[in-house]
């Protein structure tokens, strides 16, 4: 699991890399300044120096090189470290797709500096709702096969503390990551603007809110429920 998920960091940070390379190449020398944030529209809303916008653009390949190295190390502090492993594709899913989309970023934000005005910053925010759409879809796919640990996973003290509430919530909650990448996907090339922007933030909210009360009504059902002191819960 982890040398997949290096191998893949490492493609994923040389991409980075690269892009960052060629972004600085084809910015003009004259180029006064260049935008370094962009709002939920895709528009740029800060702007910086061309010194110190390229230099801030190599946050991003430095950023994947600090997951990869964040993502290796956790599995060693696990406290559950065999059912994070029995588990290790929604991990391993997780960790690829968190590097990919970087690097999707960077080369989004690398097109529109480039381009400059010519640019649109709608297309970017598209690709980026979409891309966690497929991200989305393939942790769905994984959850339902994960154990109960510490980093992956809905983690409320009632999934935690009951193997029934973590079975089920993760049941549930696999088909809700489902149908929200697959909502992702249709809405990133459907809708727009801020309509855009929040037509993922508000499913997911409301998503992980009803997750939760859910994995708490199965734990309050469980008689094998666990109490924080390792015994039995009471009713």
């Known amino acids: 699991m982890i040398r997949t998920g290096l191998i893949v960091s ?28 962009w709002g939920f529209d895709g528009q740029p809303d ?48 997780g960790w690829i797709g968190v590097e990919l989309l970087l690097a999707l970023v960077c080369m989004g934000i690398a097109m529109l500096t480039v381009r400059g005005e010519a640019g649109d910053g709608n297309e970017f925010v598209r690709w980026i709702v979409a891309g966690v759409g497929v991200l989305f879809v393939f942790l769905g796919d994984a959850l339902p096969k994960t154990r109960p640990n510490f980093f992956v996973g809905v983690r409320t003290p009632w999934t ?51 997750c939760a009360v859910y994995s708490w009504v199965v734990w309050k059902n469980d008689p094998d429920k666990r109490a924080r002191n390792g015994g039995r819960a009471g009713g």
């Open 160 to 210: 935690l503390t009951s193997d029934l509430s973590w079975q089920k919530t993760h049941r549930l909650a696999g088909w809700v990551f489902v149908l929200i990448g697959l909502w992702a996907i249709v809405a990133a090339f459907t809708l727009k603007g801020l309509a855009l922007a929040f037509s993922l933030t508000a499913p997911l909210l409301v998503s992980v809110a009803f």
């Open 46 to 93: 800060r702007f910086a120096s061309r010194e110190t916008a390229l230099a801030t653009y190599t946050i991003l390949p430095a950023t994947g090189v600090g997951l990869a190295l964040l993502f290796a190390i956790l599995p060693s502090i696990e406290p559950f470290r065999a059912n994070l492993l029995r588990g290790q594709r929604a991990y391993l899913t």
């Open 10 to 37: 490492a493609a994923a940070v040389a991409v980075m890399a690269a892009t960052c390379m060629w972004m600085f190449e084809n910015v003009p020398a004259e180029a006064g300044s260049l935008p370094i944030h």
